[in-house]
């Protein structure tokens, strides 16, 4: 009879140690699709401004951008700028350069960021910050972080290769004069 008693706790102990472990693995693994579909929206969120901006549309940035987002460029600025200030720089370049597309060479979220490696091109047909229209076929690599919430755009951080941008519109990078 004891063994029995013994064989039958044992058994209940057993299962009961078991149901825990997989409920503990269940709950483990609810978290991680959780995550993934988190990660899997805030990319979408990110092509769905992108194609907004190919599109023309520079008011996409009130509706995916937080009120108090800021935009760090280039990443190591000190001050931010605000949805605004990137809205307005937006409106600037989509009137220079009017068939801007977009092409993601690389996207994959972390968490609550979204990294983007793209190319921006386009042809320049009107004045941009002094440069009058050179007709000329400009491309421009870009890496930005994006940092979202409850699918919000809250923060990007964003390297871009000015320079070269500026010498396909013409202008020249030359040294300082020196003083004699």
Known sequence: MKNSLLVVSLVLLLCFAFGCQNKAEKAELQ?????????AQNIEVIKTLLAELD??????FLKLLAP??????????GTPMSRDDEMA?????????PDMEHKISEIFAVKDRVVLINV??????????GIPPTGNKVAVSAISIFRLKDGLLVEEIEEAD???????????????????
Do not use: C, R, W
Request: aromatic share 12%.
């Open 31 to 39: 978290q991680f699709k959780a995550q993934g579909e988190l990660e």
């Open 55 to 60: 599109k023309g549309n520079s008011e996409i």
């Open 68 to 77: 108090d987002f800021k935009f760090y460029f280039p990443s190591n600025s």
């Open 89 to 97: 720089m937006a409106k600037m370049m989509m009137t220079a350069i």
């Open 120 to 129: 921006v091109q386009g042809t320049h047909k009107a004045e941009l910050e």
């Open 162 to 180: 000015m320079l070269g941008f500026y010498q396909q519109l013409g202008m020249e990078l030359k040294p300082k004069e020196v003083k004699k």
